[in-house]
C-alpha cells in the first residue's frame, strides 16, 4: 500500500533558522503532493501543494518541490518564526481510483526566540 | 467562511454509551472524510464519503457507523463506546481529487 516516510523530529530550531523537513512517499502513479500544518488544539490546515513532477508549491514562505525521481516532497523554509512552531504533515493524495488516504507521523517543529 | 464545523467540541462518554459526532460544510464539497488522531499511530481514517448518500471504510472502521444524508453533512456514529475509541476526531472535505483537505477543528472524546 502507499506510505509515507517523513522524519518524526522534534526539530528544534533558533529564531530565523533554515528549515528542512524531509518526505518520501511510495504511491500508484503520481498524485498530488501536500503538506499540511497543525496548530496546538487546531485542526490541520493545507499549506502549499503541488500537482505534477518539478511542480513548487509554495506559501507562507514554505516551499516543497514535486520530484519524481526520488518520490520526495521537502519542505524548506529559508528562516523560521516563533510562529511556525507547529506539527507538519506530509501527505500524498488520492490516486487514479480516488484511493490513498495515508498521512506522514508528523514532525514536530519548536522555534525558539 | 466556516468552512467545516464540528460538534461536540469535548465529550466524555462511559463505556457502552453512545453518540453522533456531527460534521457540517459550507463548501458544497462532494468528498467527506473522518479521521481519528491518536498519539504514535497518527492519522488514520475510519470512514468517507464520494458524494450525498454514498458511504465507504477506511483503515479503522470497526466500532463506527457514518451516514451522508445531505451533502453537507456527514454524521460518524459510536454504537457501544469503548476505552480504545478515545482520540480526536477530524472531518474533513476536499472539493476534488487534487484539491487538499479542509479540516473542522476536531471532537476530543474520552471513553471511561
Known amino acids: 500500500g502507499d506510505s509515507v516516510t517523513q522524519m518524526e523530529g522534534p526539530v528544534t530550531l533558533s529564531e530565523e533558522a533554515f528549515l528542512t523537513i524531509n518526505c518520501t512517499y511510495t504511491a500508484t502513479g503520481y498524485p498530488s503532493l501536500f503538506w499540511y500544518v497543525q496548530y496546538p488544539g487546531e485542526g490541520l490546515q493545507l499549506l502549499l501543494k503541488?500537482?505534477?513532477?518539478?511542480d513548487k508549491g509554495s506559501n507562507k514562505g514554505f516551499e516543497a518541490t514535486y520530484r519524481k525521481e526520488t518520490t520526495s516532497f521537502h519542505l524548506e523554509k529559508g528562516s523560521v518564526q516563533v510562529s511556525d512552531s507547529a506539527v507538519y504533515f506530509c501527505a500524498p493524495g488520492p490516486d487514479n481510483y480516488g484511493q490513498n488516504f495515508v498521512f506522514g507521523p508528523g514532525t514536530r517543529l519548536s522555534v525558539l526566540p | 467562511n466556516a468552512g467545516v464545523t464540528q460538534t461536540p467540541k469535548f465529550r466524555v462518554l462511559k463505556t457502552g454509551q453512545s453518540m453522533t459526532l456531527l460534521c457540517a460544510q459550507d463548501m458544497n464539497h462532494e468528498y467527506m472524510y473522518w479521521y481519528r488522531q491518536d498519539p504514535g499511530m497518527g492519522l488514520r481514517l475510519i470512514h468517507y464519503?464520494?458524494?450525498?448518500?454514498?458511504?465507504a471504510k477506511g483503515e479503522v472502521p470497526d466500532g463506527y457507523n457514518v451516514s451522508r444524508l445531505k451533502k453537507q453533512n456527514f454524521l460518524l456514529g459510536l454504537e457501544s463506546a469503548a476505552p480504545s475509541q478515545t482520540s480526536v476526531y477530524f472531518c474533513?472535505?476536499?472539493?476534488?481529487?487534487?484539491?487538499?483537505?479542509?479540516f473542522g477543528s476536531g471532537t476530543r472524546l474520552t471513553v471511561v
Open positions: 503541488a500537482t505534477k513532477a518539478d
Open positions: 464519503s464520494v458524494g450525498e448518500g454514498t458511504t
Open positions: 474533513a472535505s476536499r472539493q476534488g481529487l487534487n484539491y487538499g483537505y479542509t
